[in-house]
């Protein structure tokens, strides 16, 4: 059920749905394959993960990669 108590369908896509491989995560971002696993070692970013430990992201992980870029090279924010 959703927060208005509604049944959802276990086929809808929300924001928070984990559908992106890390690649395609990537090319959405604007940012490299390790730049993500960099940020996801940090915390930064938490990715869903696959039975075989591969990392999905949803479209709210790839605005949250953009948020994290935004403030590391335009505001200077050191991210170590």
């Known amino acids: 059920m959703d927060r ?19 690649s395609v ?15 996801d070692r940090l915390g930064l970013v938490s990715p869903d993960r696959t039975a075989g430990r591969g990392r999905r992201y949803s479209a709210r992980d790839i605005e949250l990669l953009r948020q994290v870029q935004q403030l590391s090279q335009s505001e200077g924010i050191n991210l170590a």
């Open 4 to 22: 208005d108590g509604r049944r959802r369908n276990p086929y809808e896509l929300t924001e928070d749905t984990p559908v992106y491989v890390i």
């Open 25 to 39: 995560a990537a090319q959405l971002s604007g940012l490299h394959p390790q730049t993500l696993r960099q940020y």
